[in-house]
C-alpha cells in the first residue's frame, strides 16, 4: 500500500530534550516536505527537499532541521523544544517536482512540549 | 480527534443537500489548485485538482470551479454525505525560480458538518 508513515504519533516531551520525528514513503518519491498544523493558521511548511541531498527552508523554518540522506526518509529534528513548537505535524511528498501533482500526507504527529 | 479547527468558518449541510466550499486565493501568478479533505485525526487527502487553463474540472460527486478574474475556487459536492464532514483546504501552486521548485500554499480550512 502506498503511503507515508510518520513516528511517533503522539509525543509529550519537555522543552530542551532533542526529538526526532521520522518520516518514511514508500512511492519512490524525490519531493518530501514537512508541515505543521496549528488552529487558525493553517498548513505552514517547515522544510521541504527536492531530491536526496538537497533540502531548503519553507516559510516556518526556525527551530527545525532536516536531513536526506536517502530517497524515502525525511526525518524532522528538533535539536530543543520549545513550547512555541506545540503542534501538529504532518509530513508529505509527491513525484519530482516538476509535475504538480498530488502531495500524499502521512497521518501526522502531535507534539506538545512543556 | 485532533482539534485543528477552532477558529474555522463552518458550513452545515442537511444529509443529501449540495455543499459549496468557497475559497479566495492571493496569487494571480498561481498555476495549479488542489482540494484536500482532512477527517478528524488523519492527514489532508486529495480530492480534486484543476490547472489555470481550465474554469471547471468534475470528479465523482466533487466539482472544482476556478474563477481567475476575481482569484476565486470553489468546491462543489455533489448529494452530501454523513462521510463528507470533514475540513476541507484549497491549496495555490505557485512558481517560483527554477531551483526552488514550486510551493504549495494552503488556504485555513472550512468545516463541513453534515446533519442527517
Known amino acids: 500500500e502506498a503511503q507515508v508513515t510518520q513516528n511517533p504519533r503522539y509525543l509529550i516531551t519537555v522543552t530542551g530534550k532533542k526529538l526526532t520525528v521520522t518520516c518514511s514513503q514508500n512511492m519512490n518519491h524525490e519531493y518530501m516536505s514537512w508541515y505543521r498544523q496549528d488552529p487558525g493558521l493553517g498548513l505552514r511548511q517547515i522544510y521541504y527537499s527536492m531530491n536526496v541531498e538537497v533540502t531548503d527552508k519553507g516559510d516556518v523554518p526556525e527551530g527545525y532541521k532536516v536531513s536526506r540522506k536517502e530517497k524515502r526518509n525525511f526525518p524532522l529534528i528538533l535539536e530543543s523544544p520549545s513550547p512555541n513548537q506545540t503542534s501538529l505535524y504532518f509530513c508529505?511528498?509527491?513525484?519530482?517536482?516538476?509535475?504538480?501533482?498530488?502531495?500524499?500526507f502521512g497521518e501526522g504527529s502531535r507534539l506538545t512540549v512543556l | 480527534g485532533e482539534s485543528v479547527g477552532l477558529h474555522l468558518p463552518t458550513l452545515s449541510v442537511q444529509e443529501g443537500d449540495n455543499s459549496i466550499i468557497n475559497c479566495a486565493y492571493s496569487n494571480s501568478a498561481s498555476d495549479y489548485f488542489i482540494w484536500y479533505k482532512q477527517e478528524s485525526g488523519k492527514g489532508p487527502q486529495f480530492i480534486i485538482d484543476i490547472r489555470s487553463n481550465m474554469d471547471k474540472r468534475q470528479g465523482q460527486r466533487v466539482t472544482v470551479l476556478l474563477n481567475k478574474t476575481v482569484k476565486h475556487l470553489s468546491l462543489q459536492i455533489a448529494a452530501t454525505q454523513p462521510g463528507d464532514s470533514a475540513v476541507y483546504f484549497c491549496?495555490?501552486?505557485?512558481?517560483?525560480?527554477?531551483?526552488?521548485?514550486?510551493?504549495?500554499?494552503f488556504g485555513g480550512g472550512t468545516r463541513v458538518l453534515v446533519k442527517p
Open positions: 491549496a495555490e501552486n505557485i512558481k517560483r525560480w527554477e531551483a526552488a521548485g514550486n510551493k504549495l500554499t
Open positions: 508529505a511528498s509527491r513525484r519530482g517536482d516538476q509535475d504538480t501533482g498530488e502531495l500524499f
